[in-house]
């Protein structure tokens, strides 16, 4: 993959690229790609962990909570799931939705990493009603729920530097053989549109991602959605947030082997690469595109408010390796302030909720 990624940069007009370009190559380039490889990402043999691989109890979880606001909206029972992962999570809301509700529910999982599609067919049965799909157009228009986990944090973005109070755009170049930084004066137009749009102003020194990208997916959600819900599950920061002195360098990491990794142009194509997402503008963005704000809440009060206290069982089990103690151990972990969920918020969004 370096010598793919050296020999392409080393070949366009002012031998670099931006950010932007790189991860989309590190990431999703068709054979060498991060996500697009054969190779275990997800769990204790890969380089990170997702909320649903911690337990089924959350997938169970949203399972229920959308049977119960399908039901108060009226909304057909169907969910569109972007980037499904190893499949755990659909597994988990299938099976949970199996045992709570008597009306089918049509399952779809967006879908393009070959290697993800395998393992998603090893863990749920396709049918006419369960499918992969790799274009929007395979369920236009859509009504329901369409859900992602962890979905835009994977999104490529642009990386800005403030140098002596100008703007800068940071790229990446070659340098004795090996990828490095260039910043160059902000030229793209997209950029700075984003920054005066979103309000965001940074200090001497400060850098942080533009995620253009995400303007798109949303976007594109939205032009597939008819009626129905989008739910967010990931992590990131509010303007106000992002301000802060602490938020300076920005959130660009990457993920290989567990290891957090702060310079993400080590081990391209091996090692996963994310950044923190703007959610103020993720809800600027949805409602500029008719996707009306309804909340954001940090995990583990969605998930409270969202009834999973239900599912902790009460009586005491001496094993602490028996079922009933690792589910009470892993609800735990998601409820707890300290836990993992304290990173993440779910933002809902709707459009025509509530119209007959």
Not at 58 to 78: N, V
Not at 171 to 191: C, F, S, W, Y
Not at 311 to 322: G, I, M, R, V
Not at 337 to 354: C, N, R, T
Request: aromatic share 12%.
């Amino acid at each position: 993959m370096l010598n793919l990624l050296t020999d392409y940069i080393e070949n366009t007009p002012q031998k670099m690229i931006s950010y932007a370009d790189y991860i989309e190559l590190a990431l999703y380039h068709s054979e060498y790609g991060y996500y697009m490889k054969d190779k275990e990402k997800i769990g204790p043999g890969g380089d990170f962990i997702t909320t649903s691989n911690v337990s089924d109890i959350y997938g169970r979880t949203i399972s229920r909570w959308f049977h119960q606001m399908a039901g108060k909206y009226k909304l057909p029972f169907q969910v569109c799931e972007i980037g499904g992962g190893n499949g755990r999570f659909a597994k988990a809301f299938l099976d949970e939705w199996n045992l709570i509700a008597d009306e089918e529910i049509h399952y779809y999982i967006f879908e393009t990493s070959p290697y993800h599609r395998k393992l998603q067919q090893e863990q749920i049965v396709l049918s006419e009603q369960i499918r992969q799909i790799d274009s929007w157009d395979e369920i236009y228009p859509f009504c329901g729920l369409i859900f992602s986990n962890e979905l835009f944090d994977a999104l490529p973005v642009h990386v800005v530097e403030k140098v002596q109070d100008q703007l800068t755009e940071i790229m990446v170049t070659v340098k004795d053989g090996k990828l490095a930084e260039h910043a160059v004066p902000l030229t793209n137009r997209d950029i700075s549109l984003y920054l005066e749009e979103s309000g965001l102003s940074l200090s001497d020194g400060q850098r942080i991602e533009i995620p253009l990208q995400m303007e798109q997916m949303i976007k594109d959600m939205s032009a597939a959605l008819d009626k129905g819900f989008v739910l967010t599950a990931d992590y990131g920061y509010t303007d106000e947030e992002w301000k802060e002195p602490i938020r300076r360098d920005g959130s660009l990491r990457g993920y290989y082997k567990h290891s957090l990794i702060s310079n993400v142009l080590e081990h391209p194509g091996e090692m996963d690469i994310t950044s923190h997402v703007h959610f103020d503008s993720l809800i600027r963005l949805g409602q500029k595109e008719g996707l009306d704000f309804h909340f954001m809440k940090r995990q583990d009060k969605f998930l409270l408010s969202a009834g999973i206290l239900q599912e902790l069982q009460d009586h005491y089990d001496p094993n602490p390796f028996s079922p009933v103690s690792k589910r009470n151990r892993a609800i735990r972990s998601l409820i707890t302030p300290s836990g993992m969920s304290a990173a993440f918020y779910l933002v809902l969004q709707g459009k025509k909720i509530g119209e007959k």
